[in-house]
């Protein structure tokens, strides 16, 4: 029986992708998150888990970033990211950066099961509405050599970077995570090398540029 964890911020949809795992096969024990350092917590704390479906803007989650962080740290674990936005260049950068599958938030039970169903059988999905569109959409330039390059850091070296985004300083990054500051010298200096840049203001660089506009804050704005 595979494990699920449904990392989604609202109750409602995680109740609904709860009941499509069940459809699926996949069981009632689902795990679930609300946020993405819940999400990374659950990841730590249990080998078990299959598949992760991942709100692409849940709290702590900045478009492809979390995507990001859960290949690059569990990447023997599945991804299957969840929005409403429906952009197929979206669909396509997040199929670029390793997600096996990429559900709507518009999708009805049957292709939610069908999704989670195709997943756990090692096959890629998209929903049948947006595949025409996603296989036309050319990938962002230099989205697969940053996804190999991002993949090649190790857990505790993406962790300095995405702390580096965050704009922490070596003494913070070290005091968070309980290492010396000689040792953040050296994980930066790895991830200079293998993201090919001279600073951390590039590396940082980097990582933001996995940032994506989350549809439903535009519309709330706009009101």
């Not at 689902?30 to 299959?50: C, K, M, Q």
């Not at 478009?63 to 299957?80: D, T």
């Not at 929903?127 to 857990?155: H, I, K, M, Q, W």
């Not at 590039?202 to 989350?214: F, K, M, N």
Request: aromatic share 2%.
């Amino acid at each position: 029986m595979a494990t699920l964890l449904i990392a989604d911020d609202h109750p409602l949809f995680r109740a609904a992708l709860r009941g499509a795992a069940v459809e699926a096969g996949a069981g009632t024990g689902a795990i679930e998150a609300g946020t993405l350092d819940d999400t990374l917590a659950a990841l730590e704390s249990r080998a078990d888990i299959d598949l992760v479906l991942l709100d692409l803007h849940m709290p702590g989650n900045h478009g492809l970033a979390g995507l990001a962080a859960i290949r690059a740290q569990f990447p023997a674990v599945a991804v299957v990211l969840v929005s409403a936005n429906e952009d197929p260049q979206v669909v396509r950068r997040a199929l670029d950066h390793g997600a096996a599958g990429y559900i709507p938030k518009s999708a009805g039970l049957d292709e939610m099961r069908d999704a989670i169903r195709t997943v756990l059988a090692c096959e890629e999905w998209l929903p049948p509405a947006l595949r025409g569109a996603v296989a036309r959409a050319e990938s962002a330039p230099g989205d697969a050599d940053l996804a190999a390059r991002l993949a090649s850091l190790t857990p505790q070296q993406f962790r300095v970077l995405a702390l580096v985004a965050d704009g922490l300083l070596n003494k913070q990054i070290a005091d968070r995570l309980d290492v010396q500051e000689r040792t953040v010298k050296a994980h930066l200096s790895a991830i200079f090398e293998k993201l090919g840049v001279r600073n951390r203001t590039q590396a940082g660089v980097i990582l933001r540029g996995l940032e994506l506009t989350d549809p439903a804050r535009q519309v709330e704005r706009a009101d």
